[in-house]
């Protein structure tokens, strides 16, 4: 066939030559790959080269802020420092103040914390959040002592410092004004203002969540050293705390002041959260255990339960002064309950032994003229004259007295107390003329406390004077205005206390007794001898000696007594009454 010529191809071409410069095209390719790979090998290098540049940089970065947020920690730390460097100082100096002078003479505890507090301005200078706190802390310290008007002024120079306060240390302040509206018994305001403090602390609570929620946050998105989270978490989370331990306060103090008006319901409640919040603390606060420890005891004591209420209180005691604490003012304050339910319970030589040491304990943190001294001198006169001591009684009573004008407003219905003790007193020992003024004196200060703002214990302090001045009347002849005026007692106290046979209306069961005895009205005083019987069986148990003198009166009543319907009721209720014994 015949042969079709072309041009050579380029494959024809290249095999060609390779076959002639065999050598030579090996070498060339050689060396191209050699080219090729180094390009290669040079690229990635490179590549890796600028990845690990930038990470170098990126670590640069977070070591520099690293670097920045440790300075600033390091620079906070030495200020937190130098604040607690200052207050150890503060503290310090108040503990020392307190401690003999070189002629062995006690500066009373008092004084130095008048003189310590006058410090508090040239302290913190930078730092005017720490000043301000250190005048909350002081102003409770103030309100603990009784000193009324130097712990509001500590609530007015920490206000000064900053501006606006934050909602913590607000609420804080909040506590010590309550502290101070409760001590004047002015429960409506104080309960006022404890309000205002847990409504100050639900947004501080708020804030320290929101702030440590956003933290997490930032750090999931920026990828931030887990260390530095964990640091501020730590921080955020002791605020927390800080606000759960003040919120415990202001919920302690609401139950006080529920006791205070008698509502036993509410201050159980309030004391039982109080419970619940303090096991949420992660460190313990032995002061505010201490203080619920009391605090029961007197909604023990209210309910009518004085064994458990003498229980608790000797609880407390013996906790502060395995404390250290056994010389503090809330731990003299818890002896002179207990001395006032040893009392109830008729244990009264230990309630006055009690009381006179508390009386001294207190003195020498405060000196004279104070007005729980005051009080205490009061409570240490009522038990001697329980004992029979009445020159005793009569002594603490005009004591008493005189201490409370002198440190108290003339309206105070502290005076108003103390007088109505004195005022009976003196009618006990013949000076009816005496007596009966200072008793009259005492119920127009308890109408006008009461009408300033309503108060159980003003309307029941009135209510007792009441009661202690209807012998006077009767002496005198003028046995209906006697029975009006217990009447009006019994009526005041029941309203109170919704119990027919609660002690407090003791006196007023007797007192009507007595009134229907000066009538001659032997069947009103067989049904109110009745009544008598009936409370001490109730209170001190049937088998008590207070009920057989109580049910043998209405018998002797009831003998005088014409025949008719009403003897026979009278005499089928007395015949129930010693069958119940």
């Known amino acids: 066939e015949p042969v079709e010529a072309r041009p050579p191809s380029v494959a024809y071409q290249v095999s060609k030559f390779v076959k002639r410069h065999r050598g030579a095209t090996l070498g060339a390719l050689a060396a191209f790959a050699a080219v090729v790979t180094g390009g290669i090998v040079s690229a990635v290098l490179w590549l890796r080269e600028q990845d690990a540049l930038q990470e170098a940089l990126r670590a640069g970065e977070a070591t520099s802020l690293a670097l920045d947020s440790a300075n600033a920690s390091l620079d906070v730390a030495r200020t937190r420092m130098q604040e607690l460097r200052e207050t150890h100082l503060f503290f310090e100096g108040l503990v020392a103040q307190g401690m003999p002078d070189e002629s062995g003479r006690d500066l009373r505890l008092s004084d130095a914390l008048i003189r310590s507090a006058s410090e508090i301005p040239s302290m913190f200078r930078g730092s005017p959040a720490q000043r301000a706190w250190l005048h909350s802390t002081t102003g409770h310290m103030f309100a603990g002592l009784g000193?009324?008007?130097?712990?509001?002024?500590?609530?007015?120079?920490?206000?000064?410092?900053?501006?606006?306060?934050?909602?913590?240390?607000?609420?804080?302040l909040a506590d010590v004004l309550a502290w101070v509206l409760q001590t004047e018994q002015r429960f409506r305001e104080a309960e006022a203002e404890l309000e205002r403090g847990l409504a100050l602390l639900e947004d501080a609570d708020r804030a320290v969540a929101a702030e440590l929620a956003a933290g997490n946050l930032h750090a999931a998105l920026s990828g931030s050293d887990a260390s530095a989270l964990a640091t501020d978490s730590r921080t955020l989370e002791h605020a927390q705390q800080e606000v759960l331990r003040t919120r415990i306060g202001l919920v302690i103090r609401r139950s006080w002041i529920a006791c205070s008006l008698r509502d036993t319901d509410a201050a159980r409640r309030h004391a039982d959260v109080a419970v619940a919040l303090l096991a949420d603390l992660q460190d313990p606060d032995d002061e505010r255990a201490l203080e619920l420890l009391h605090l029961r005891a007197e909604v023990a004591k209210a309910e009518g339960d004085l064994a458990r209420a003498s229980e608790l209180l000797r609880e407390c005691i013996d906790l502060s002064e395995a404390q250290g604490r056994g010389e503090t003012m809330s731990t003299h304050m818890s002896r002179a309950a207990l001395s006032g339910v040893l009392v109830g319970l008729g244990e009264r030589a230990e309630a006055l032994a009690v009381s006179e040491a508390t009386w001294d304990g207190v003195r020498s943190l405060v000196g004279d003229d104070h007005m729980f001294v005051a009080r205490l001198a009061g409570n240490i006169g009522t038990i001697a004259r329980g004992l029979g001591d009445l020159d005793r009684a009569l002594e603490m009573y005009e004591w008493a007295a005189d201490v409370e004008r002198r440190v108290l407003a003339d309206d105070d219905p502290q005076i108003a107390q103390t007088m109505s003790l004195l005022g009976s007193l003196l009618l006990q020992l013949g000076r009816s003329d005496e007596g009966e003024q200072v008793l009259w004196e005492a119920i127009e200060r308890f109408e006008s406390a009461e009408a300033r703002g309503a108060s159980p214990s003003h309307a029941i302090g009135r209510a007792f004077t009441m009661s202690y001045l209807a012998p006077a009347l009767r002496a005198r002849g003028d046995v209906d205005g006697a029975d009006e005026l217990v009447?009006?007692?019994?009526?005041?106290?029941?309203?109170?206390?919704?119990?027919?046979?609660?002690?407090?209306?003791?006196?007023?069961?007797?007192?009507?007794?007595?009134?229907?005895?000066?009538?001659?009205?032997?069947?009103?005083?067989?049904?109110?001898?009745?009544?008598?019987?009936?409370?001490?069986?109730?209170?001190?148990?049937?088998?008590?000696?207070?009920?057989?003198?109580?049910?043998?009166?209405?018998?002797?009543?009831?003998?005088?007594?014409?025949?008719?319907?009403?003897?026979?009721?009278?005499?089928?209720?007395?015949?129930?009454?010693?069958?119940?014994?």
């Open 147 to 172: 000193m009324l008007d130097e712990a509001r002024e500590q609530v007015e120079l920490a206000r000064a410092c900053v501006d606006p306060l934050p909602p913590r240390l607000d609420a804080a």
């Open 487 to 581: 009447g009006d007692a019994l009526e005041i106290k029941l309203a109170i206390v919704r119990d027919p046979l609660h002690p407090i209306v003791e006196i007023e069961r007797k007192e009507l007794a007595a009134n229907a005895r000066a009538r001659g009205d032997m069947a009103l005083l067989a049904e109110r001898e009745l009544d008598v019987a009936n409370h001490f069986a109730a209170v001190r148990g049937p088998d008590s000696r207070s009920v057989a003198k109580a049910l043998n009166k209405a018998r002797e009543a009831l003998d005088a007594t014409e025949a008719g319907s009403t003897r026979d009721a009278l005499r089928e209720r007395l015949e129930r009454a010693e069958a119940a014994r």
